[in-house]
């Protein structure tokens, strides 16, 4: 397992942009695939964005591919998500997670592929 500790967070105006990272601690000499989930109040979790060990392959859900883009320096065991032209429906709090994996170009979009999680930071977009 590896501990992951989200930053970034906070309240930003729709059209604003923000970036938030993730940090592992651990075991990082391991390879993980990581992804950005995130939940809204009352609802259930969802995929956000995925990227694979190597960087070299990334996925987004629909309603994020334009705005939003994952990147990760393995150097810094840190994973970061750059939103940009936010909305409200935005709104949730941002989980990463991390997959152990043999494969450094795959990359994993189920949050039940995932077997370590932080522990979120908000991100609220005001209209």
């Known amino acids: 397992q590896v501990q992951l500790v989200e930053s970034g967070g906070g309240l930003v105006q729709a059209g604003g942009s923000l970036s938030v990272s993730c940090t592992a601690s651990?075991?990082?000499?391991?390879?993980?695939?990581m992804g950005w989930f995130r939940q809204a109040p009352g609802k259930e979790r969802e995929f956000v964005a995925a990227i694979s060990w190597s960087g070299g392959n990334t996925y987004y859900r629909d309603s994020v591919k334009g705005r939003f883009t994952i990147s990760r320096d393995n150097a810094k065991n840190t994973v970061y998500l750059q939103m940009n032209s936010l909305k409200p429906e935005d709104t949730a709090v941002y989980y990463c997670?991390?997959?152990?994996?043999?494969?450094?170009?795959?990359?994993?979009?189920?949050?039940?592929?995932?077997?370590?999680w932080g522990q979120g930071t908000q991100v609220t977009v005001s209209s």
């Open positions: 651990g075991r990082t000499f391991m390879k993980y695939a």
């Open positions: 997670a991390a997959r152990a994996t043999l494969d450094s170009d795959t990359y994993y979009y189920r949050s039940r592929d995932y077997g370590s």
